[in-house]
């Protein structure tokens, strides 16, 4: 069963500081409470209009099955802090984390839905830093904003 609907990752790459309270409230409705944490949504538009408000503060794109796999191997967590292995895939009827993956990028599967699972992944800054100015767009050579499928590239220097 395909979607009409695409898979996006989301990375909070600043503070708050003095931000309004219905942007940090936005933020833990993501589960983005720090820097650095990741989350995967849909592109329904709720989470779209969550994200244009928070535009200043995340960046987002859509994401690669290779993506979300590196994600859910290295970082994906469940309660406990015990790491994701094929085993929890199995329990929650898939044969392997490569399945799970491709059915949360499919949305076959919604991540936020998954039993016993941690809705965000904490990464590491990314490698090399990030390219351009935090306080700018995307578009403006810097951070924050829509970026597609370069939102890839930059989970991979965070895992």
Known sequence: MKSKHKCLTVVRVRGVGDASPEIEKTLEILHLNRNCH???VDDRPSFLGMLKKLHHFVTWGETTKE????LLKERGRLIGDKKLDD???QKVGFKSLEELAEATVTLTVEFRHLPEIKPVFRGHPPRKGYKGKIK??????GVTGYRGEAINSLVERMT
């Open 87 to 89: 085993n929890y895939a």
């Open 136 to 141: 700018k767009s995307y578009t403006s050579k």
């Open 67 to 70: 993506s979300a796999l590196r």
């Open 38 to 40: 990741i989350t995967l």
